[in-house]
T-cell receptor, first 112, second 111 residues
């Protein structure tokens, strides 16, 4: 699976949009981009995934560049409860046949 | 919402004891996983299973073993606990899809 690069930490003011970048320059055509987050020491929680089109759900939006070498997770109106470590993961397919491999992620701090 | 359970949630045990960490899910998911995470550090995959009687080792070498005799149950066993095994252990399951559902974790302390 392609390696991802994320900034180690970011701050965001409460109520503002949080934009979390991820670089995956070696991604191949059949690899999906997944985002998970981990609040404190709880188990990670799925946020969103995509292949090449932008995706939106009730939690976030995922913007993937046209060359697919990078993506951005957007939390439109960050709250204090969004403080967490956010993981960008690239994995072949969406079948679950390859376990998720977590990197260091980005520690997002939402500030009041 | 996924139903995946781990017991115990917290365990403090002495060196040399045999322990089994339980993980159960009620969704009928074929795929199950064990991750290990030290405080403030990355999650590391230690074991996974694609179905009954299927088990594989993950990326992180682990002295633990697993079994998958029933779809809903994926226990992890340490034959002889050591202080280096002190960590949080997270279990997850997945249907044939894109999402892994995680349990609440077991915090293990070996004295």
């Amino acid at each position: 699976d392609a390696k991802t690069t994320q900034p180690p930490s970011m701050d965001c003011a409460e109520g503002r949009a949080a934009n979390l970048p991820c670089n995956h320059s070696t991604i191949s055509g059949n690899e999906y981009v997944y985002w998970y987050r981990q609040i404190h020491s709880q188990g990670p929680q799925y946020i969103i995934h995509g292949l090449k089109n932008n995706e939106t759900n009730e939690m976030a939006s995922l913007i993937i560049t046209e060359d697919r070498k990078s993506s951005t997770l957007i939390l439109p109106h960050a709250t204090l409860r969004d403080t967490a470590v956010y993981y960008c993961i690239v994995r072949v397919g969406n079948s679950g046949n390859t376990p998720l491999v977590f990197g260091k992620g980005t520690r997002l701090s939402v500030i009041a | 919402e996924a139903d995946i359970y781990q017991t115990p949630r917290y365990l403090v045990i002495g060196t040399g004891k045999k322990i089994t960490l339980e993980c159960s899910q009620t969704m009928g998911h074929d795929k199950m996983y064990w991750y290990q995470q030290d405080p403030g550090m990355e999650l590391h995959l230690i074991h996974y299973s694609y179905g009954v009687n299927s088990t594989e080792k993950g990326d992180l070498s682990s002295e633990s073993t697993v079994s998958r005799i029933r779809t809903e149950h994926f226990p992890l066993t340490l034959e002889s606990a050591r202080p280096s095994h002190t960590s949080q252990y997270l279990c997850a399951s997945s249907p044939s899809g894109f999402e892994q559902f995680f349990g609440p974790g077991t915090r293990l302390t070996v004295l």
